[in-house]
């Protein structure tokens, strides 16, 4: 009696744990089907060559794949990022695919602002143009812990660091007009609200608080976006962007168990890195967003985004706050 017992509620949670997954599995598959009904690719043919580009993320998924087709296209291009042997990997392989003798790695890590300051002051010194920065370099899954400049550590890395990195190379950006600057947020900003008193607060461990200090980043760059569009000189453009749901290693510390239904869903219903590069790419080079700035864009077009964005107060209170944060001068 006891035992068959134990047998029925086994088959319950079972069937309870089956339900949930087809569940998730539904939902996301509405998603998809909502957000991402066709992929979008990016159809510009321009060349690059003279030009100089700088990916942050670049030895991995989607960075990966932007870099390696900016290289295609003739740029010279520089991967920024922390693991030398990765990106090592990276450089030869973009190399071998390409052609393109032209690719580079710096250390950078947008965790430490004293990396990113001199990273910065490096490259300014080493180099005379800077024609395309692309902020695509983010993490998620993390527990909530401090960075060393006292900041949630996915904040710094999603926002912050990127926030410091454009600011510090902006002059060799305008010096190098017509250029282009390109932030990777998500669609996940849609459901973050940012006060300016919690944006570097810690909250809570686990899933629920880890996506919401991903999402509330991923809000801060499509902020600060429209803040930077209102600064930059005429031949500079800033754009935001949603690359679509990517299959790469960007939740690989989410818990086991989490970690296997995200790839599951992944691999049935979302994109390769190179598909999810397509936007990115698309912002880089296409004709028609030229002198375009300030906009959000999924599946290399103007989409939709969080009406907060367009709240000019909070655009612009996040804006001070963060150049109080990374020890910037104040900017009009």
Not at 72 to 100: F, Q, S, Y
Not at 127 to 134: G, M, S
Not at 137 to 163: H, K, P
Not at 194 to 212: A, C, E
């Amino acid at each position: 009696m006891i035992l068959a017992i134990g047998y029925y509620f086994i088959i319950v949670a079972l069937i309870l744990l089956l339900t949930i997954f087809l569940l998730v599995l539904t939902s996301a598959l509405y998603l998809k089907l909502r957000l991402e009904p066709v992929k979008g690719v990016c159809t510009s043919n321009v060349r690059l060559d003279g030009k100089t580009a700088l990916v942050t993320g670049g030895n991995q998924g989607i960075g990966l794949e932007t870099a390696r087709d900016l290289a295609a296209r003739g740029a010279r291009v520089l991967i920024a990022c922390r693991d030398a042997k990765r990106a090592a990997a990276a450089v030869a392989d973009i190399a071998a695919t390409t052609g393109n003798k032209l690719v580079e790695f710096r250390p950078l890590d947008l965790a430490k602002f004293s990396s990113v300051r001199k990273f910065a002051e490096d490259f300014n010194s080493s180099y005379d143009r800077l024609d395309i920065l692309v902020n695509n370099a983010g993490c998620a899954g993390l527990d909530s812990e401090f960075t060393e400049d006292g900041i949630d550590v996915v904040m710094q890395v999603n926002y912050f660091g990127a926030f410091l990195l454009t600011n510090l190379l902006l002059d060799k950006l305008i010096a190098s007009k017509p250029s282009r600057i390109i932030i990777v947020s998500s669609w996940l900003h849609n459901f973050a609200n940012v006060s300016v008193d919690d944006l570097y607060k810690l909250g809570k461990d686990g899933i629920p608080q880890q996506l919401n200090t991903y999402s509330k980043s991923k809000l801060c760059d499509l902020l600060w976006t429209k803040a930077l569009a209102k600064r930059l000189p005429e031949g500079v453009t800033v754009n935001a962007l949603h690359p679509g749901v990517v299959k790469t290693n960007i939740f690989g510390r989410l818990p086991a168990f989490a970690l296997k239904v995200v790839n599951i869903l992944c691999d049935v219903l979302f994109k390769t890195p190179k598909e999810g590069a397509q936007t990115t790419i698309h912002l880089c080079v296409a004709e028609e967003v030229e002198g375009v700035r300030g906009k959000y864009f999924m599946e290399c077009k103007e989409a939709e985004y969080s009406r907060k964005a367009d709240d000019d107060e909070l655009v612009e209170l996040v804006w001070k706050e963060s150049l109080k944060m990374t020890s910037l001068k104040s900017q009009k």
